[in-house]
């Protein structure tokens, strides 16, 4: 059988300066510790863990809602993620996506044709479904509504993309597609339709009819949990700089270590400390 191993990490939430206060009382994303954060997590991957495949699900910054100081923080991030050794792949998140006239700012900067793609490795599927940029809609909200969607021209093209495909399918999407009411929740339990993608029945439809598909990754909503729902595996990691512990201090620090073996997929979590 053929074996892979993933690291996947999420919601990195680089700033150089503290962001806009977000209305608690303590920092809830210690964006002060990304960089130490994000290099403590790269020496493992490279040195110790040495996995075959990268993968970031997006909210590499902590956006300004200023588009020329987030394409700084955008460039400055992305070249600290070029350290990465192994094969390593990322989407972009809303706070990414949040000042950008369209996503094609960040594909740029990532150096990608499309941030909707597959690659076949080592006997694996792996698609990345892009979010769409609806510049008609505000961007309250860290941005997410102007970006909660996968495009109808993205979610044909998966189709078609699927009906070809004869590998084990990995998907991986910034935002939540499995239903949660994301009770407990500091960020989304007032507001859970913020946490899950928008067009999420959708995309469902589609991922159901697939045979071979593993699994789906997702990160968004600081916090780490596996939803079985319809017989699909949904993963989703937390943020790497969510204050954990509600102390203003404790970054989170997860990340997913995964295993892949033939058809058997093994998620361990795992968490960096500085």
């Known amino acids: 059988m053929k074996k892979c191993k993933l690291i996947i990490f999420s919601d990195i939430h680089y700033a150089p300066e503290k962001p806009v206060n977000n209305g608690s009382i303590i920092d809830r994303k210690l964006t002060h510790q990304a960089i130490p954060l994000l290099e403590q997590l790269i020496q493992k991957i490279n040195n110790e863990i ?16 200023d588009h020329d100081k987030d394409i700084i923080n955008l ?44 690659v076949d490795l080592l006997g694996y599927h792996f698609v990345f479904l892009g979010l769409d940029v609806n ?14 969607f ?9 189709k078609k993309d699927l009906e070809k495909n004869k590998l084990p399918v990995l998907v991986f999407n910034h935002f939540g597609i499995a239903e949660d009411n994301m009770e407990g929740n500091w960020w989304f339990e007032r507001v859970p339709e913020h946490a899950i993608l928008g067009n999420r029945k959708e995309l469902k439809e589609i991922l159901k009819k697939e045979k071979n598909l593993i699994a789906v990754f997702s990160g968004h909503q600081h916090w780490t949990k596996k939803i079985v729902e ?7 990691v937390g943020s790497l700089t969510e204050n954990i512990n509600d102390d203003g201090i404790t970054p989170d620090g997860v990340y997913f270590e995964v295993d892949l ?3 058997s997929i093994d998620v361990k979590e795992r968490h960096v400390e500085i």
């Open 50 to 65: 040495k996995p075959d495949i990268v993968i970031n699900l997006g909210d590499l910054v902590e956006d300004f809602n």
């Open 75 to 118: 460039n400055f991030i992305w070249e600290l993620l070029n350290d990465i050794e192994p094969t390593f792949y990322s989407l972009a998140g809303n706070h990414d996506l949040r000042s950008m006239n369209s996503r094609r700012e960040v594909e740029q900067i990532m150096g990608y044709e499309h941030s909707t793609f597959s």
């Open 135 to 148: 510049t008609k809609i505000g961007v309250q909200g860290g941005g997410i509504l102007k970006t909660q």
């Open 150 to 158: 996968v495009s109808n021209e993205d979610l044909e093209w998966l």
């Open 230 to 236: 319809d017989g699909i595996n949904y993963y989703v």
């Open 261 to 263: 073996e033939g058809e």
